[in-house]
DNA sequence: GGGTTAATAT
DNA sequence: AATATTAACC
């Protein structure tokens, strides 16, 4: 109804009175490395009373983008500007916030016309721009997002926008036709009401009952950003809708759809427990990045591919995913896991797996499953989270890195928005799957690795993200592993609730002290320990803090398909296909070799030593809780640890605990915010 | 009305 | 069997 009649308003009417004032205040980001162009431009914008934002990079302008992409309405760029070309700024943008672009060049060359069409360019204007010429842009915000959602000043800060990532699916088709169309094709459901029927062939077939609601791929990120946007505390049915602004799309659907994804972060939730916090604090970016390549073109080729084909497109093949994960993976893998981490296990894959790094092959098998295992579920939240990749098929590794540093790094913009946690998406429940001794010792392994590979990351990381956004979140993340290294080994870490606390606290308050040098954590190798639980510190630190702000949301549709993968990767597969990562990174890759050989030996020892020390450790805790359940004590531990309760020896996974602890907050909502992070904290 | 959970239908 | 929809209950 309530969609219908916005639509029904909107298309009877295209002007934008609908919207209050609407095209007065709209949002313009204006990009163009002239200065005296950016100024000009700048002025007249704001004659037409816009809100005018500016800047003379495009690579800027894209992170600003990233940052918030329900910053800005409309983006007037520049073509011809050094650091970026203004047609792979208007793809980029076109591909992942789906905003309307319009072409700015002194040259009106009709080739170059349309070339800015083709890239998916909303207009293209021809310097010196006239003011009529401006006054009129704010057309295509509508055309872009075809309908508004009604009351759309109503929230506060920003308004609802017209967010939506790109929903073009376009990306998906194995055929390759990525290139723009205007508009999504999606699938949304449909338009008008009763008679009309839409030429769309998919559902809908009839009009009378409307079809059920297909939760797509594009859809479910719309719903986790608008989950993201208001935080999971307060994404309720209504207010997603709005958010989401799909028309078709009921209340009634969302909810359910909440219903599940809820169900879904539960069980993420139990899940993570600490292996997956080690993994994915650790690997975090490695991870993300395997995550993302891997990922993304699972996604993407799923049709195409024979894994998922069973996930069709179509949909919620995440959930499916989830929902065996979850269940059987989840489970089993607890177990597993549990079991395992206990045993010692042997080095065989570790050594390879180290090797692999060594020589830093680039080879990444996407294909792959166990790297989905690992990093799959962080990477493919992050990547969900990002969103920004998964519709474009090509994704640059500038693209991949800045996701992956978004991911670790950057909690504050990328996060803010996406809500992910860390540690609640990660999908430990991969990991136990591998099969024996591998997850653990990847995991485990993994994590002296990762740490390494993080910090290394982080360093290069600023180097190479054109964004400086992440460089303060890295630090904070690294400051914070720093801190808790050297604070505490790592068993005291865990035992001692409290310290999780303070370092989350300081992490969230954007500690500086900590000045950090992970160069000692890294090459230190005594600390090898306790950068392990800086590391899962860190990363339940991360998680906690995420969490309390946002909620983790997207990683459900990646899960789901690394949840199917995931069966074997290799230790060495995921390395290597790290290593190429970072050995894009030249600084980057350099320092990791260079530490590779200590790390070599470190990993075996530690991996062996770590798998079987850290999980003793890690019992010892657990039993330690029993012994002396301390009510306090078990914040964090119990997420962490706790699993106690039922699981085998030391299931890291916490399970009940975790899941106790979401129905607590769960029920109690909107206190939930406080009991979270004292939870969590 | 709106949200959440449980049941039901597909 | 999984998921969307509907019903029921705050």
């Not at 809100?51 to 992409?69: G, I, P």
């Not at 080690?278 to 993304?296: E, I, N, Q, T, W």
């Not at 320092?591 to 030996?601: A, C, I, T, V």
């Not at 003793?616 to 997420?639: F, G």
Request: aromatic share 6%; with cysteine.
């Amino acid at each position: 109804m309530t969609v219908e009649e916005i639509r029904g308003s909107m298309g009877g009417g295209e002007r934008g009175n609908n919207y209050d004032h609407f095209p007065i205040g709209m949002r313009v980001l204006a990009v163009d490395d002239d200065p005296i162009c950016l100024k000009l431009l700048d002025g007249l914008l704001r004659k037409c009373q816009y809100q005018v934002t500016t800047t003379s990079q495009a690579r800027m302008a894209l992170k600003m983008l990233r940052e918030n992409r329900d910053r800005f309405d409309l983006v007037i760029s520049d073509v011809h500007m050094p650091d970026m070309d203004g047609f792979k700024l208007l793809e980029l943008v076109g591909l992942e916030m789906d905003l309307p672009v319009i072409m700015l060049s002194a040259n009106s060359d009709t080739k170059l016309v349309r070339k800015g069409i083709d890239h998916g360019a909303c207009d293209y204007l021809v310097k010196p721009v006239r003011i009529e010429e401006l006054r009129n842009i704010w057309q295509h915000v509508i055309r872009k997002k075809k309908v508004e959602p009604k009351s759309q000043s109503k929230s506060n800060d920003q308004d609802k926008a017209y967010q939506v990532s790109g929903e073009s699916g376009r990306g998906q088709s194995p055929t390759g036709n990525v290139d723009q169309n205007g508009k999504c094709n999606k699938k949304r459901k449909d338009e008008e009401d009763e008679n009309d029927e839409n030429g769309n062939d998919n559902e809908d077939p009839t009009t009378q009952k409307r079809a059920r609601v297909v939760w797509s791929i594009e859809l479910h990120r719309k719903f986790v950003a608008a989950v993201g946007q208001l935080g999971i505390e307060k994404a309720v049915p209504k207010r997603i809708l709005d958010l989401m602004n799909v028309d078709g799309l009921t209340r009634e659907n969302v909810a359910s759809h909440l219903q599940k994804y809820r169900l879904y972060l539960k069980r993420i939730n139990s899940v993570q427990t600490q292996q997956a916090n080690m993994v994915a604090a650790l690997g975090g970016r490695d991870y993300v990045r395997m995550g993302s390549l891997d990922g993304l073109g699972d996604f993407r080729t799923l049709g195409g591919s024979g894994r998922y084909t069973h996930a069709a497109l179509s949909s919620y093949s995440s959930g499916g995913m989830l929902g065996r994960l979850n269940s059987a993976a989840g489970l089993s893998v607890r177990n597993l896991a549990a079991s395992q981490l206990l045993q010692p296990s042997h080095g065989q894959n570790l050594s390879n797996s180290i090797n692999a790094f060594t020589k830093l092959n680039p080879n990444i098998p996407p294909a792959s499953q166990n790297t989905s295992l690992f990093q799959g579920i962080p990477a493919s939240l992050e990547l969900d989270q990002l969103q920004q990749n998964k519709s474009s098929a090509h994704i640059p590794l500038d693209e991949s890195r800045l996701l992956t540093s978004d991911v670790l790094g950057c909690s504050n913009n990328s996060l803010s928005n996406v809500p992910n946690n860390p540690m609640l998406l990660q999908g430990n429940p991969q990991q136990p799957l591998t099969g024996g001794g591998f997850g653990n010792q990847h995991s485990q392994n993994m994590t002296p690795f990762s740490s390494d590979s993080f910090n290394t990351g982080v360093n290069g990381s600023s180097n190479f993200l054109e964004h400086g956004r992440c460089n303060e979140n890295w630090q904070n993340s690294v400051q914070l592993s720093k801190f808790q290294s050297n604070s505490f080994p790592l068993t005291e870490s865990f035992i001692n609730s409290h310290l999780p606390q303070s370092s989350v606290r300081e992490a969230t308050t954007h500690l500086q002290n900590s000045p950090l040098d992970f160069t000692s954590t890294t090459s230190v190798s005594p600390p090898f320990e306790d950068s392990r639980g800086e590391i899962q510190y860190r990363q339940s630190m991360a998680g906690a803090v995420q969490s309390m702000n946002q909620t983790p949301s997207q990683a459900w549709a990646d899960n789901k398909q690394h949840y199917s993968h995931n069966s074997n990767n290799t230790f060495g597969n995921n390395l290597s296909s790290q290593v190429p990562n970072d050995g894009s990174m030249a600084s980057l890759s350099h320092s990791m070799n260079q530490r590779n050989e200590n790390f070599g030996r470190r990993m075996d020892i530690s991996l062996i030593g770590r798998s079987s020390g850290g999980s003793s450790t890690l019992v010892q805790h657990t039993e330690h809780e029993k012994l002396t359940p301390d009510s306090r004590t078990r914040s964090n531990e119990d997420y962490l640890l706790e699993p106690t309760k039922q699981q085998v020896g030391f299931s890291p996974q916490g399970y009940d605990s975790l899941d106790d602890l979401m129905t607590a907050m769960k029920r109690e909502q909107d206190g939930g915010m406080l009991d979270e992070g004292t939870i969590w904290i």
